[in-house]
């Protein structure tokens, strides 16, 4: 299976590269919901109808030789669990796909465009780009939509715009995310407060894994809620004035801490490190909040010997599916933590 | 909303959470979350509103209960869900479900985007008409906008634009 390629990292776009602010962003991805005008939604599709729609669309794309170069399409019926559980982590595809047999996605060569064929609307165009320039991935993702609607007739209202399954995404069908790493604004315990009010501003706001307020390794997603009404600029624009004052915020907690504040923080990503680089088990909660702190380091300039795309590449091989799918065998969840902690020792030290 | 713990508070923490590959959809509020320290590994994809199905349950509870004193409820022609059906899975069967329901989404639209109308893209190959008239919907805005201002200049140069597309309209 051609998916072992997908665990190199090294040819994510978004985590190798560093895109503006990207001392506080990690990513900005898009995602625009589009549907068959004649179709059923996926919901109500049966297997042989739900594989013409792939069929469809993956021709649609690849009609355009540049946009679809080497790009690999994936159905969710033919891999393992392990497998989905790995695009899941990756953020190629949504846990709704993975859990859907009827399913499919497509990854662009450069991993910069995921579409995902029906999940809850029979394609979901996504693309990702490093840093903040949700502007950018958009233009990707409308260009993507505009090559497939060259091909496919598109469900759309004159009036309430493209028609999805589920009305929370009618109208333009986007959802604009940034992936956001506030290590001192989550120390100083000023995140809970600060979503509360963003909430108010139509915008949602989870950890990126993890439960409840605990957000491992202090990854915050935002996004837009509103999809009807307001054009797909101004929803960018939205997000990133929001998203624009919270990093002002999280830079000047970061200024602000001095003195003894400093060496304590000094102190906690050196030791921090010093686990990453010399613990024999690890769990993914315990690396994530580790490589949050080393992280936080290198942007501080503390940690020098590491780039801010280093420890992005960490995020993502801490996971659990990743260590599962690198050593390809069932493992027990001990024999997991030390692959894990050999694994990210092996990277750091390299 | 409200916190599904407490069902006082307002819910402001979401929560995903997957045992066994089995998802559970938490709203708590964030006394409620705190005190709930469930670690199992969990991941939030792109910030979906989630819980749609209770949220439509809840809107559309007293016009469903209307519909069933009727012997035939609402529904689509060409795929066949029910108006009922709809609000009880929280999803549309096919594109056409809009048009055999318009007469009932209006409020729950409003609710969930404050909108009843698109401004934004429109599909290149098959949105012509389309494309036009929006163009000239929101240069009637921008209009307005100007006349209010006592922007007279703006206006007379706004007017013509729409006079223009209009025959354009016309034409095609
Ligand atoms: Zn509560
Ligand atoms: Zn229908």
Redesign the pocket.
């Known amino acids: 299976m051609a998916l072992e390629e997908l665990l190199d990292t090294s040819r994510i776009g978004w985590i190798n590269s560093t895109g503006p602010d990207s001392d506080i962003v990690i990513s900005s991805r898009v995602r625009l919901a589009r549907n068959l005008k004649d179709v059923p939604f996926p919901h109500l599709l049966n297997g042989s109808q739900a594989k013409e729609v792939v069929k469809r669309v993956y021709d649609a794309f690849t009609s355009n030789s540049v946009l679809a170069k080497d790009a690999r399409l994936y159905l969710m019926g033919d891999l393992s669990e392990t497998e989905k559980n790995l695009l899941v982590e990756m953020h190629f595809i949504s846990p709704d796909l993975a859990r859907e047999d009827k399913g499919a996605v497509i990854i662009s060569s450069d991993r910069r465009i995921s579409i995902m064929i029906n999940e809850e609307d029979h394609l979901r165009i996504q693309c990702v780009f490093s840093g903040l320039d949700p502007q950018e991935a958009y233009e990707l993702a409308s260009r993507v939509d505009d090559v497939l609607e060259e091909q496919l007739d598109i469900a759309f209202d004159e009036r309430l715009g493209y028609l999805t399954a589920c009305p929370t995404n009618v109208g333009t069908g986007i959802r604009v995310s940034v992936m956001l790493h506030l290590p001192v604004l989550t120390m100083l315990r000023q995140v809970d407060r600060m979503f509360s009010t963003i909430a108010q501003l139509g915008l949602v706001v989870r950890g990126l894994y993890g439960e409840g307020t605990e957000a491992w390794g202090n990854l915050y997603q935002i996004s837009n809620q509103i999809t009807l009404g307001k054009s797909e600029e101004d929803i960018i624009q939205n997000l990133m004035s929001v998203a624009g004052q919270i990093i002002a915020s999280e830079r000047q907690a970061r200024r602000n801490l001095k003195g003894e504040d400093r060496l304590r923080l000094e102190d906690k990503i050196s030791r921090s490190y010093g686990i990453l680089t010399n613990s024999r088990l690890l769990t993914t909660q315990e690396a994530m909040g580790y490589i949050s702190d080393v992280r936080l380091g290198v942007d501080l300039g503390i940690i020098k010997n590491l780039k801010p795309e280093d420890l992005n590449n960490l995020f993502i091989t801490a996971g659990p599916s990743y260590i599962q799918e690198v050593f390809k065998k069932d493992m027990t969840p001990l024999e997991r933590d030390l692959n894990r902690a050999n694994f990210l020792r092996g990277k750091l030290l390299k | 909303m ?8 307002p ?1 402001t923490v979401h929560i995903t959470k997957i045992v066994n590959g089995e998802k559970t959809l938490m709203h ?6 705190k005190e709930k320290n469930i670690f199992s590994v969990s991941f939030n994809f792109d910030g979906e509103p989630l819980s749609m199905q209770k949220f439509l349950a809840s809107f559309f509870e007293p016009m469903v209960s209307e519909f069933r004193e009727k012997s035939q409820p609402l529904s689509c022609n060409r795929c066949g869900l029910t108006f009922p059906r709809f609000t009880q899975i929280g999803r549309f069967g096919c594109s056409n479900c809009y048009e055999a329901f318009k007469g009932q989404l209006d409020p729950m639209l409003r609710r969930l985007h404050g909108k009843t109308y698109h401004v934004g893209k429109v599909p290149r190959r098959t949105g012509g008409r389309v494309r036009i008239k929006s163009e000239i919907e929101r240069l009637k805005r921008e209009l307005q906008e100007a006349v209010n201002a006592e922007e007279y200049e703006r206006a007379a140069q706004l007017r013509d634009k729409i006079r223009e597309l209009e025959q354009k309209l016309g034409r095609n």
């Open positions: 409200k916190c599904d713990e407490c069902k006082k508070r819910a708590l509020c964030e006394q409620c979350a």
